[in-house]
Nanobody, 122 residues
Framework: QVQLVESGGGLVQAGGSLRLSCAGA????????MSWFRQAPGKQREMVAD???????IYSDSAKGRFTISRDNAKNTMYLQMNSLKPDDTAVYYC????????????????WGQGTQVTVSS
């Protein structure tokens, strides 16, 4: 049973923007942490950005200054606004949710989406 559903991926030129969305059940959006991860071909899945129930945000070094994570609890939706995209941002992007508190290991997340492909052309 799919608990989280990502959307908004696609093909974009370098320097462009995309906004990813992650929708799910209210019970999942009540958890403490929601995050965006990405996985490029041949690489490990890596954290991109976290947002806590209280609204605190953490970004990976590669995302700082270019990506913005946000959430709309009324719509049970989380977003990732990605600007100034680079070819290195090409990956499958996943949203995830966890009951625990930051910092969290990747294995500590309770729910995952199926991912959305982002491809940035040079």
């Amino acid at each position: 049973q799919v608990q989280l559903v990502e959307s908004g991926g696609g093909l974009v030129q370098a320097g462009g923007s995309l906004r990813l969305s992650c929708a799910g059940a209210a019970s999942i959006f009540s958890l403490n942490v929601m995050s965006w991860f990405r996985q490029a071909p041949g690489k490990q899945r890596e954290m991109v950005a976290d947002i806590t129930k209280g609204g605190s945000r953490i970004y990976s070094d590669s995302a700082k200054g270019r990506f913005t994570i946000s959430r709309d609890n009324a719509k049970n939706t989380m977003y990732l606004q990605m600007n100034s995209l680079k070819p290195d941002d090409t990956a499958v992007y996943y949203c995830a949710a966890a009951r625990g508190f930051l910092p969290l290991g990747i294995g500590e997340y309770d729910y995952w989406g199926q991912g959305t492909q982002v491809t940035v052309s040079s």
